[in-house]
């Protein structure tokens, strides 16, 4: 069965540096999401990819985040000058694109990223 | 705005016993309301979903969840508990006219004792 990866499963930074999170979404799917869950807290939107553009993004995905589709497999989340706040499990997920919210969207293991 | 309440960070249940993790949800407009899985040192596995379609929704490996609009709950059962339940349980929402973002609760952790 098809299923989404990320890389690497954890990785640990200095504050101040940046990181790039890598996701392979499930090869026919359109959408591509991003969220994060900081430890005892809830999975928490971040952004919507489709089309080679950000649909929707949160009111925590600010300038220091950005997506990309470098090419046809992989997807990424890219956090420029890390903050100890950042710290977190940030999964990937992908959908096929049905109509609007009833999607089943499917994730990813997750990164755990650390910022010290 | 939308949200998600789950009652319960951890609950615990005996083998064979009745499972009831519990929803809330807030929306000012339909919603639709999924459940997810997770398993240690997995992603997130859809359990169920509603989509306006019928109120029961059954899913997989036994799992249930019935919305009921007046009660604004979508609280998900299996009657008899197994050893592989055990896992965090995640309610969430998405509405007609988003691209999909889900709105999570904050999980709920299952332990299933022998």
């Known amino acids: 069965e098809p299923e989404v990866t990320q890389t690497p499963s954890h990785q640990v930074t200095q504050m101040g540096q940046e990181v790039i999170l890598r996701c392979v979404p499930i090869?026919?799917?359109?959408?591509f999401y991003w969220y994060r869950q900081i430890l005892g807290q809830k999975v928490e939107f971040l952004v919507s990819?489709?089309?080679?553009?950000?649909?929707?993004k949160s009111e925590i995905f600010d300038d220091q985040f950005s997506v990309e589709r470098p090419d046809g497999s992989n997807f990424t989340l890219k956090i420029r000058s890390t903050k100890l706040e950042d710290s977190a499990m940030y999964f990937c997920a992908s959908s096929r694109g049905l109509a609007g919210g009833t999607d089943t969207q499917y994730f990813g293991p997750g990164t755990r990223l650390t910022v010290l | 705005a939308q949200s998600v309440t789950q009652l319960g960070s951890h609950v615990s249940v005996s083998e064979g016993a009745l499972v009831l993790l519990r929803c809330n949800y807030s929306s000012s407009v339909p919603p639709y309301l999924f459940w997810y899985v997770q398993y240690p040192n997995q992603g997130l596995q859809l359990l169920l979903k509603?989509?306006?379609?019928?109120?029961l929704v059954k899913g997989i490996n036994g799992f249930e969840a019935e919305f009921k609009k007046s009660e604004t709950s979508f609280h998900l059962t299996k009657p008899s508990a197994h050893m592989s339940d055990a896992a965090e349980y995640f309610c969430a929402v998405s509405y007609s006219g988003s691209q999909g973002n889900l709105i999570f609760g904050k999980g709920t952790k299952l332990s299933v004792k022998p």
């Open positions: 990819f489709y089309n080679n553009e950000i649909s929707e």
């Open positions: 509603y989509t306006s379609a019928a109120t």
């Open positions: 090869s026919n799917h359109l959408y």
